[in-house]
C-alpha cells in the first residue's frame, strides 16, 4: 500500500510512503518493509524492514502538522513524526498507540471508523454496536498521547428511527458511514447507505442534511471519492 501525504499549511512538500508486503506466503502475513520518498530531498530516503515486522497496514490514515497517522491492525494506530529533520539525514520518529475502544463487539465495525482532525488533533470516530451514537474522540497533540471522549452524536435524532443496523453472529451492517469529520465547522460527512445519498450532520444542532442533487444517486461508495493534490514532481524509480 502506498500513501501520498502532504499539508500546505505545514510545509510545501510531499511525502509518498511505501509499506511493502515481503511475502505474502503466510495469507497476506509477513514482515512489511517501509520506504519513504521526499519531495524536498527528491528521493527515497527511508528503506527500513526492521519497524514494521509482522504489521498489517491499511486506511484509513491522516497526515497533521508533518506527522503520520495511520491504522496498522484492529487496535493500533501508528505514527511516523519528524519528518522535517530528514534533509539533515536524523531518521523520522515512530510509535504507535492504542485506539480507544469501548467495547468487544468493536471488531464487527472496523471499517467504519474515521479519522479527523481539528486544530491540530486527530481525532476518531466510531459508531457504537447499535449504531444509534457516534462516538467521537480527540487525541492528545503530545506525550502521553491519551485520547479523550469529546462527543456522543445521536444518530437515532439525526434520521428519525433507532433502528440503523442489521447483526448477527456472523455479521454487521450499518445504514450509514462516517466518510470526513470537519470538526472545525461542526460537521460530519455521513453516507447513506440505504438513500444512497452524501449527508451532513450539525454537531450543534443535530440535524442531518442531504449535500447532494436529488437527482444523484451513488452506485458504488468507493468510486466516488479522489484526492486532491496540489502540486506534483517526477518520482525517480523505486528499487524492490
Same mark, same amino acid.
Do not use: W
Given at each position: 500500500m502506498s500513501i501520498l501525504a502532504f499539508s500546505t499549511s505545514w510545509s510545501?512538500? +510531499?511525502?509518498?510512503?511505501? +509499506? !511493502?508486503?515481503?511475502?505474502?506466503?503466510?495469507? =497476506?502475513? =509477513?514482515?512489511?518493509k517501509? !520506504?519513504?520518498?521526499?519531495s524536498d530531498l527528491s528521493s527515497w530516503f527511508l528503506d527500513d524492514a526492521s519497524w514494521l515486522s509482522e504489521t498489517m497496514v491499511s486506511q484509513p490514515h491522516l497526515f497533521i502538522d508533518g506527522a503520520l497517522y495511520v491504522r496498522t491492525d484492529l487496535h493500533e494506530i501508528m505514527?511516523?513524526?519528524?519528518?522535517?529533520e530528514t534533509s539533515s539525514g536524523i531518521l523520522p520518529s515512530?510509535?504507535? *498507540?492504542?485506539?480507544? #475502544?469501548? /467495547?468487544?463487539?468493536? *471488531?464487527?465495525?472496523? =471499517? !467504519?471508523?474515521?479519522?479527523?482532525?481539528?486544530?491540530g488533533a486527530l481525532h476518531y470516530a466510531l459508531p457504537e454496536e447499535d449504531a444509534r451514537t457516534i462516538l467521537v474522540w480527540s487525541l492528545d497533540v503530545d506525550e502521553p498521547y491519551e485520547w479523550s471522549l469529546?462527543?456522543?452524536?445521536?444518530?437515532? #435524532?439525526? +434520521? =428519525?428511527? /433507532?433502528n440503523l443496523c442489521q447483526y448477527d453472529a456472523h455479521s454487521w451492517k450499518c445504514d450509514?458511514?462516517? *466518510?470526513?469529520? /470537519?470538526?472545525?465547522n461542526d460537521g460530519l460527512v455521513l453516507f447513506d447507505e440505504r438513500a444512497g445519498k452524501l449527508r451532513l450532520y450539525n454537531i450543534r444542532t443535530g440535524e442531518l442534511n442531504? *449535500? !447532494?442533487?436529488?437527482? #444523484?444517486?451513488?452506485?458504488?461508495?468507493? /468510486?466516488?471519492y479522489y484526492h486532491y493534490v496540489a502540486s506534483y514532481s517526477k518520482l525517480p524509480a523505486l528499487t524492490m
Open positions: 510545501a512538500n +510531499f511525502y509518498v510512503f511505501n +509499506f !511493502q508486503r515481503l511475502s505474502t506466503l503466510r495469507l =497476506g502475513f =509477513g514482515p512489511v517501509l !520506504q519513504v520518498f521526499s505514527v511516523l513524526k519528524s519528518l522535517e515512530l510509535r504507535t *498507540i492504542e485506539l480507544p #475502544h469501548e /467495547d468487544v463487539g468493536f *471488531i464487527a465495525r472496523f =471499517g !467504519q471508523c474515521c479519522f479527523g482532525q481539528s486544530s469529546k462527543y456522543r452524536l445521536s444518530m437515532s #435524532h439525526a +434520521f =428519525g428511527r /433507532d450509514y458511514e462516517v *466518510i470526513a469529520l /470537519d470538526l472545525e442531504v *449535500i !447532494q442533487p436529488d437527482n #444523484h444517486r451513488f452506485r458504488s461508495l468507493e /468510486d466516488e
